[in-house]
């Protein structure tokens, strides 16, 4: 590993590289990269102590979840909006206030000097004084009781009151409290920007969940059960690269959030049956199916993603199953790429792209990339995919839809609108689990169970 110039010099007063490190990421973000890629990047490059590296982290997706709300802070405090600020600037101070609205760990002072010593090393000497009036202003502002960054007459406002305070996108909010009672979209919205939970799925035809604790035990990680699911533990504490873990390269476990491991069930496979999973990578479900099946039969991992598709591979390995196949095509033309595949299926699992908005939680930058253009374009594939693996599905067989989402149109009103357009399919059962709903955390989650009656 080598160090980069960023990484700072034995010199430098303690604590600049993580905050520096975040800095980076967030002005990778707002060039178009994504969250998680940008701060992998940064941490593969930059030496850090581990709780360096957790602070690093939770300053950079933290300042990019509440970006919102940093926003509205500096259009509060000072002379020149957010938005028109130099953007190093503004990212730099979502660094710092971020940390003296939402980090118990960093006290006022530190979270202050260090932004503006940042300011003066890192090209914005000039600006150093302008941080730090501002942070400093933020803090009378906190001193005086003053949580709301708006005018009483934007306040008043519920959409653009739940947005700022909650740090979401105007036309997210708005929908939000179209779908939910006012307490259920702030309590959505606190889900949000809540680190989310760390959760693994015990391969039963491996190993066993009391194994797998007691075998993490021994390394000084503590898991425990997740209430209702069966092969499902959470960890506790921080864990460090999970893949070094034991029992993870002899594949006695696998990372799968707990709302995620309800799907598979859902489809009730049995052993010796012909399964699809028509948008399969990187394989968390397609592998539940084979584990749930005792790996007899046939579950065939489709997905459009090639490269995607190399994990499901990789990862069926990994856990020991041999029953998946994997098959790189478009699940929209399958009936007419492969007609032999017509009335052949057990049972379907359509696990379909979505907007991610269950797991908003999960990925920091997601809420500032998704608008509602984009989700016209995910109601269309999504129809066409259940209307493309529909006629794959046996006589009696079941499909399940399943979506990491909460927008009704990619959900209920899309399985509504095709079920009135089927004579010989009904709905079994159908739930929308929201981001805050399960105790203890878990994704967003949309199920519908629909069977074939003729
Ligand atoms: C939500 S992800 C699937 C996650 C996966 N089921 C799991 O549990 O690990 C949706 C997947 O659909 C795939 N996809 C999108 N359009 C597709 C299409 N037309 N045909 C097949 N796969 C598609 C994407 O490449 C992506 O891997």
């Not at 993870?248 to 959030?257: L, S």
């Not at 399985?415 to 059962?429: G, K, M, R, Y």
Request: net charge neutral; charged share 20%.
């Amino acid at each position: 590993m080598t160090a980069s110039p960023a990484a700072g010099s034995a010199a430098e007063p303690k604590g600049l590289a993580p905050r520096r490190l975040a800095w980076q990421v967030l002005q990778a973000v707002a060039a178009g990269a994504y969250a998680d890629g940008a701060l992998e990047r940064e941490l593969g490059r930059t030496p850090l102590a581990p709780a360096d590296r957790g602070l690093a982290t939770e300053l950079a997706y933290g300042a990019i979840r509440q970006r919102r709300l940093l926003d509205a802070w500096l259009d509060q405090l000072g002379k020149v909006p957010a938005e028109r600020q130099p953007p190093k600037l503004r990212w730099l101070l979502h660094i710092g206030l971020y940390q003296l609205l939402a980090s118990d760990r960093v006290p006022p002072s530190a979270a202050v000097s260090t932004t503006v010593e940042l300011a003066k090393r890192g090209g914005l000497a000039r600006l150093a004084p302008v941080a730090n009036g501002l942070l400093r202003a933020f803090l009378r502002r906190q001193e005086a009781g003053d949580t709301l960054p708006l005018t009483p007459e934007a306040a008043a406002d519920p959409a653009t009151n739940l947005g700022v305070r909650q740090s979401l996108p105007p036309w997210l909010a708005a929908e939000l409290l179209q779908w939910l009672p006012p307490e259920r979209a702030e309590a959505f919205g606190r889900a949000c920007n809540t680190p989310p939970s760390l959760d693994l799925r015990v391969n039963r035809l491996r190993s066993t969940p009391a194994d797998v604790c007691a075998a993490l035990a021994a390394v000084g990680v503590e898991a425990i059960p997740i209430d209702g699911l069966s092969a499902g533990l959470t960890l506790t504490g921080r864990s460090g690269d999970l893949s070094r873990l034991p029992g993870f390269v002899e594949g006695h476990w696998c990372v799968q959030d707990r709302a995620a491991q309800r799907i598979a069930p859902l489809l009730a496979p049995q052993p010796g049956e012909r399964i699809l999973d028509a948008c399969a990578a990187p394989g968390g479900k397609s592998t539940h199916l084979a584990e749930l099946m005792g790996d007899q039969g046939t579950v065939l991992a489709l997905d459009r993603g090639e490269a995607r598709l190399r994990r499901v591979s990789r990862n069926a390995e990994r856990l020991g199953l041999q029953c998946i196949t994997v098959q790189h095509a478009d699940a929209t033309t399958l009936p007419h790429e492969q007609p032999e595949l017509l009335a052949s299926f057990d049972r379907i699992l359509v696990d379909a792209p979505c907007s991610g908005l269950g797991t908003l939680a999960r990925h920091a930058d997601a809420r500032w990339r998704i608008d509602p253009a984009s989700i016209d374009e995910l109601v269309l594939l999504q129809r066409r995919l259940l209307d493309g693996l529909l006629p794959l599905l046996k006589p009696q067989g079941r499909l399940v839809y399943a979506t990491c989402t909460v927008h009704p149109r990619e959900n209920s009103q899309l399985i509504e609108a095709v079920v009135a357009a089927q004579p010989h399919l009904q709905i079994t059962e159908s739930w929308q689990l929201w981001p805050g709903d399960l105790a203890g955390g878990g994704d967003g989650f949309y199920a519908a169970v629909l069977e074939r009656t003729d």
